[in-house]
């Protein structure tokens, strides 16, 4: 049945969306209508991993039980998102509204920002008797700074007042630089303007402020205005004179378009314009300032900052025990107590990706169960993984759920159907999100971000501990297995470099009498034969050497290859042999020339030998030795190469 309004946000926290989304839900209450908001924590505008994490929240949007989408797509960032979601919405069928936005082929509210701002102004010149300004705007180029700075010198000009580009400054919109536009003001020792004329209320308060700290009064010196009516501005002393949009207007406007849609009404406007409320106040004379407001407002914030506070600890406390549990199970049964504090929200349900249950053997063996009884599917992909009713309690329901089906109202949520879903993810790896009852009247907002921020690091942190302990026992299995691999070359069979260290260390310590010679070996041509008939060749060339050594040394001694065509071997003598090095080369090229006779292949395996003998009944020091015979074998390579007429830079 399409019965649910979709309303894509972000930063519900702020205003602006808050009292939209109040006037939203209580007139799709009269209207019968539920209401489904997807929020993200930020407005997505740097497009950077943490916005692809938010964003994974409009993937939850069930288009089949839609009857309407309000998107705020000026505070969405995000032009492509903001599209996105039009087009899935069209492809649906689905009546779309655009808050403070006009868009073509969707019904729009718009707000009278123009008309309002120059109430404002005429205000001024009509009745403060205003006759220079100081103007200061947004961004350069920016649509809604430029069209208010328009007004201004529409005015000024019908009123015969010259507004010079110096009587302009660009404040960005926010306090920063609009302190700097100020200080560049107050030091050039210009008279003060008979009103401070700003494009938002942000700049207006920091112009308050600036004047203020330079010595200034406000109305009796020069008058300040703002525009936006936003929330910082109740606390500001002055209050300004301001306007605000009618947002509780826009929020019913909205509902009321997407009704007539559904009942197919005829005359509906495609674009509705929203008058803002005009506010003449202290900063411009209007009213005088309060001084018992200032105090009431204090002790306000006062309450306001130590709940805060309150809340803030408990949810280090939850980061504390939560990750100190070090199990996901752990988390599930501590997770109601911090639940309990989040006291506007009396349905949180917790819902997971699969992917993200693959580290816990155990919880993804109950949960594989659970899905194999559930229309038998073969994968995992959403998981209910808690349940939380604030009379109820908490459970863990373990309901399975394909990933692009939605959310599973009709099985879970018994008491509401007004839900807010809000991402779990840390910067693009998403977990999955919480779904919650949505109402504007009693949700604090705030709460909802850091719980649902702790809770995604939790989450990650306590997979990537589980993870790190399942990679820790598959590693100590695979060394278990590598333990018997780990000493042996695996193309030769012979022993490696350590297997070759290990070997002659043990053989020392229990021969330590007679002679040990240590022979360095490179098989000659290795890189010609590779490039020529292929590595499949080279490979044979190397094995081939690494059998001839292990007939030669037998049990007297140990081969090795160190790696590509390098080779070792040891062999041992109860006592000095002469001859040992001539031995042991002659039997070596005896075994290459009969491979080299009866294997058919079009090149010769040779190898260049360098041999160093030492007393065994000392210190002996493998790598010196080593490096004497390797040392010896790069005079005997030279040496073949000479023979063949080629240049040392063969050798290699």
Known sequence: MRDTIAVCVVRADEEFQRDSLRAIYHQAEERGL???????????????????????????????RLCGMIIFCEKIKDNELNLRLIDKGKKNGIPIVVIDRKVDDCYSIVFDYTNTFEKIVRHLVDVHQCRSFFVMGGFRNNDFSDARIKVVREVAAEYGIELKDEDIGYGNFWEGPC??????????????????????????????????????????????????????????????????????????????????????????????????????????????ISGSRASEQIHRMYNTLTAYRQFTKYMYEMIDEMTGTKSLQGVLATLPKYLSYMETYSHVYLCVEGSYLEAYDEIGAQIMDVNRRLNDRSEIEMVVLGEWHADKGFSSPMLCYKRRE???????????????????????????YLAVNFDPETNDYTQLRNFTTNLSHILDSVRSRQQMQNFNRKLKQANDKLEELYIRDPLTGIYNRRGFYQDIISRLKEHNYGWLMVVSIDLNGLKTINDTYGHGEGDFALKTVGRALQKIVTERGISARFGGDEFSAALFYDEYEQYADTDFRKRLEEQLDQVNRTAGKEYEISCSCGMQMTPTNGDVNIDEILKEADHKMYQDKKHHYEMLGQGADCIR
């Open 179 to 288: 302190r700097e536009v100020m200080k560049e003001f107050l030091d050039s020792g210009r008279p003060l303007p008979d009103a401070f004329i700003s494009v938002n209320d942000t700049m207006a308060i920091t112009i308050c402020d600036c004047l203020h700290k330079a010595g200034y009064r406000i109305p009796e010196d020069t008058i300040v205005t703002g525009f936006d009516g936003i929330e910082e501005e109740r606390y500001s002393m002055p209050r300004l004179t301001t306007a605000q949009q009618d947002l509780s207007a826009g929020g019913k406007k909205a509902v009321e378009l997407i009704y007539g849609a559904m009942h197919k009404q005829e005359g509906m406007e495609q674009c509705v314009l929203i008058p803002f409320a005009v506010r003449f106040s202290e900063s411009c004379g209007c009213r005088e």
């Open 34 to 64: 539920f209401v489904q908001v997807f929020n993200t924590f930020e407005e997505l505008e740097m497009n950077n991993l943490n916005d692809q994490g938010e964003e994974s929240i409009f993937e939850r949007i069930d288009y089949d």
């Open 406 to 432: 939605p959310f599973p109202a009709e099985k879970m949520c018994k008491d509401t159907e007004n839900l807010m879903f809000v991402p779990l993810h840390v910067q693009e790896t998403v977990f999955g």
